[in-house]
């Protein structure tokens, strides 16, 4: 089995335990982000916020693995206060698709995120032929 490290210098980079994502039979795993800035601060604007910034790094990773956000098959999505977030993150969320064309998806309540975070996003997308 052939798998290939995805690495997008102008995203968040990785912690050392996780690659930012992994390419494999034509797919790829994006591993999870949340909505911070390049030093590892959360993003301001609450759960919308933090969903268009951790978004737009997926975005990033994706084109490096010459794949896009049109491409996403499935998504998760973590959030540590459901009741209060859920309607604000769908909000930004889908600003970043085609509304006939969503991705599948999950969203998930947890109970904490890395740094203090409220929403974490990870997805699988298709890499098309080149």
């Known amino acids: 089995m052939t798998k290939e490290v995805v690495f997008a210098p102008d995203a968040v980079h990785p912690l050392a335990m996780f690659s930012q994502a992994i390419i494999s039979k ?8 949340i ?6 601060r959360v993003v301001e604007g609450g759960v919308q916020g933090q969903t268009s910034a ?6 990033k990773v994706l084109e490096a693995a010459g794949s896009g956000l049109q491409h996403i098959v499935k ?12 309607a604000d993150m769908n909000s930004a969320y889908k600003e970043f698709f085609d509304a006939n064309a969503m991705p ?11 740094l203090g ?14």
Request: proline fraction near 5%; include cysteine.
């Open 104 to 114: 599948a998806r999950a969203c998930i309540g947890v109970a904490s995120l890395p």
């Open 35 to 40: 909505g911070c800035t390049t030093d590892f």
């Open 75 to 86: 998504a998760n999505v973590y959030l540590t206060n459901m009741p209060r977030d859920f």
């Open 54 to 59: 951790a978004m737009q790094n997926i975005a």
């Open 117 to 130: 975070a409220c929403v974490e996003i990870d997805c699988m997308a298709e890499v098309p032929d080149t």
């Open 26 to 33: 034509g797919h790829v795993y994006v591993s999870g982000n």
